[in-house]
């Protein structure tokens, strides 16, 4: 089955200072790689998502790549701001919202911003 | 509305106790799911459902059984609760090229 690492597991930065957070995974056959944010006490909210035929996604302050010979992609937020700290989850599955299968996540970010 | 709702929010309960969680979706979706985030926040499928065709995760006891009445509806059953089994459990619906969308948890605490 696939397996997604994620790294690291706590990210304390500046506000106004960019983030990243990265993820790899194994199954070749997976194609759709989004990143939940979870707030504390809330259930976990889709922020951004990838398919495996585009290498890049940005929405405003957040953007995500994927590198599928490498089997790695990357949450990128720029600009932090109080509200984006959170648990931030990558996860991988072979179909978008992850099918049977479900998805498979990574094991979370802390980001915490520091004003 | 709430896309994804489950009841209840909070549930305390002694070991060895029989438990239900109930979930209804209202996006329409043909696949719902399970999960559980334990104390570390790792989020783990337990189950998925679409069609009357159930994937069970291989790790979890067979004391969890999920019941579907409806499309719109999956419940999960606990049997002999034990320590071990205090999480949260979310449940998630997802179809075709939509993302999964989340309930909003139930926290379980064993005693």
């Known amino acids: 089955g696939e397996n997604v690492e994620q790294h690291p597991s706590t990210l304390s930065v500046q506000e106004g200072d960019s983030a990243v957070i990265k993820c790899t995974y194994s199954d070749s056959a997976s194609n759709y790689f989004p990143w939940y944010k979870q707030e504390l006490g809330k259930r976990p909210q889709l922020i951004i998502d990838?398919?495996?035929?585009?290498g890049e996604k940005k929405d405003q302050r957040i953007a995500v790549t994927l590198n599928k010979t490498a089997k790695h992609f990357s949450l990128h937020i720029t600009e932090t701001q109080p509200e984006d700290s959170a648990v931030y989850f990558c996860?991988?599955?072979?179909?978008?919202?992850?099918?049977?299968?479900?998805?498979?996540f990574g094991k979370g970010t802390h980001l915490i911003i520091q004003p | 509305d709430t896309a994804v709702s489950q009841t209840p929010k909070y549930l305390v309960t002694q070991m060895g106790n029989d438990k239900s969680i109930k979930c209804e979706q209202n996006l329409g979706h043909d696949t719902m799911y399970w999960y559980k985030q334990d104390s570390k926040k790792f989020l783990k499928i337990m189950f998925s459902y679409n069609n009357k065709e159930l994937i069970i995760n291989e790790t979890v006891p067979n004391r969890f059984s999920p019941k579907s009445p409806d499309k719109a509806h999956l419940n999960l059953h606990i049997n002999s609760l034990e320590l071990g089994d205090s999480a949260v459990y979310f449940c998630a619906s997802s179809q075709g090229r939509s993302p999964l969308h989340f309930g909003n948890g139930t926290r379980l605490t064993v005693t």
């Open positions: 990838i398919r495996s035929n585009v």
């Open positions: 996860a991988a599955s072979r179909v978008v919202g992850g099918g049977a299968d479900g998805l498979t």
